[in-house]
């Protein structure tokens, strides 16, 4: 028998058309794997979660941790190579140190040793860190406004004790700078592996 040549371009045609049909098939999802798909994300994400956001809370009191580390260090080193007292405090809106720890914290020359920053007669305002996360807590020694570096580097008077830093809703990821009378310090570690920031005295780290 004998096809006509428009007989053969219809039967590729119809070939072609299956061969593309059969391969479609296979691209979709049935109803039942995306119900599965669905339910194993929903698993992964439940207990996926509540790590992440541990992870962001410890990096969060990390980095502020870090901060004022670095701010402690520049007053002090700032007051060994000027020769003058140097503080470290949070400034009211008259020059005048108080005890929020939680707001903008200043470092400036104390030129003329009242305690308390005079722009006035243009007294050096070396740096400063912005105010921590609203709902964290930081706090310094009890009744401490402020922390005086003298040219030798130490602690003018008692000026020494620790920073404690807790992030709300998560007081077992709190952490602290203890500060010593010589100028130096150091942040605290979880000593005794049990989840929680101790000082060398193996004290906790709170804040209330």
Known sequence: MLFSP??????????????????FRHLGMTLIELMVSIGITSILTTI??????????????????????????VARN???ASQDNVIVCPLSDNGSCTSNWHEELSV???????????????????TTKRAI?????????????RITYQATGHLFGLGNGTFRYCPEGHNDKSRGIVVARSGRFYATTDINNDGK??????????CD
């Open 48 to 73: 996926a979660l509540p790590n992440l956001n541990d992870f962001v809370v410890e990096l969060r009191v990390d980095n502020e941790i870090s901060r004022l580390s670095r701010l402690l260090i």
């Open 197 to 206: 920031d101790e000082n060398r005295s193996r004290q906790v780290i709170q």
């Open 6 to 23: 428009s007989s053969r371009q219809n039967n590729s045609a119809k070939n072609s058309n299956c061969g593309h049909s059969s391969r």
């Open 108 to 126: 400036f020359v104390d030129s003329n040793n009242n305690q308390r920053f005079d722009g006035n007669i243009n007294e050096l305002m070396v």
């Open 78 to 80: 700032h007051a060994i």
């Open 133 to 145: 996360i609203n709902g964290d807590r930081l706090v310094y020694a009890l009744n401490r406004s």
